[in-house]
């Protein structure tokens, strides 16, 4: 495993653990909402954590830089303001969204700086790596 690997597995597990935990702890949520479209938005982010999971844990996407963790925080934030939207009606039901939103917006930032840094880095990272490999048609 080389280190730009293990950058991108880094970053990729922070997003997917954040979303992951989020999904999962809004299940109580779930059940103490009034009806069914005030109960969507949280099934929405149980979905996307579920999602994210199922993602990082398929194949060898950990280790890859991809959009799809930062387009999954994106659809989260999106997520809960339509939901707050859709709970306006009943501000006792949408107080918590208030909250939900705030975090989700600063998780979006964070992920999107780190987003940006991590592919500083990996570039850093793979150009010592890159200059050790001697192409096969220089050797003697």
Do not use: C
């Given at each position: 495993?080389?280190?730009?690997?293990?950058?991108?597995?880094?970053?990729?597990?922070?997003?997917?653990?954040?979303?992951?935990?989020?999904?999962?702890?809004?299940?109580?949520?779930?059940?103490?909402e009034?009806?069914?479209?005030?109960?969507?938005?949280?099934?929405?982010?149980?979905?996307l954590?579920?999602?994210?999971?199922?993602?990082?844990?398929?194949?060898?996407?950990?280790?890859?830089?991809?959009?799809?963790?930062?387009?999954?925080?994106?659809?989260?934030?999106?997520?809960?303001?339509?939901?707050?939207?859709?709970?306006?009606?009943?501000?006792?039901?949408?107080?918590?969204?208030?909250?939900?939103?705030?975090?989700?917006?600063?998780?979006?930032?964070?992920?999107?700086?780190?987003?940006?840094?991590?592919?500083?880095?990996?570039?850093?990272?793979?150009?010592?790596?890159?200059?050790?490999q001697?192409?096969?048609?220089?050797?003697?």
């Open positions: 495993m080389t280190s730009t690997d293990l950058i991108q597995r880094g970053y990729n597990f922070f997003v997917v653990a954040f979303l992951g935990i989020l999904g999962g702890a809004l299940i109580p949520t779930i059940a103490a009034a009806g069914w479209l005030f109960k969507l938005d949280e099934v929405g982010l149980l979905v954590g579920g999602l994210a999971v199922g993602w990082y844990l398929s194949g060898r996407h950990r280790y890859s830089r991809s959009w799809v963790p930062l387009g999954l925080s994106l659809l989260a934030l999106a997520d809960k303001v339509v939901g707050l939207l859709v709970e306006l009606r009943d501000l006792q039901d949408a107080g918590d969204d208030f909250g939900l939103i705030q975090t989700l917006l600063l998780f979006v930032i964070v992920s999107a700086v780190t987003f940006g840094l991590v592919g500083r880095q990996t570039r850093q990272a793979s150009a010592p790596e890159a200059a050790r001697v192409p096969s048609h220089t050797q003697q």
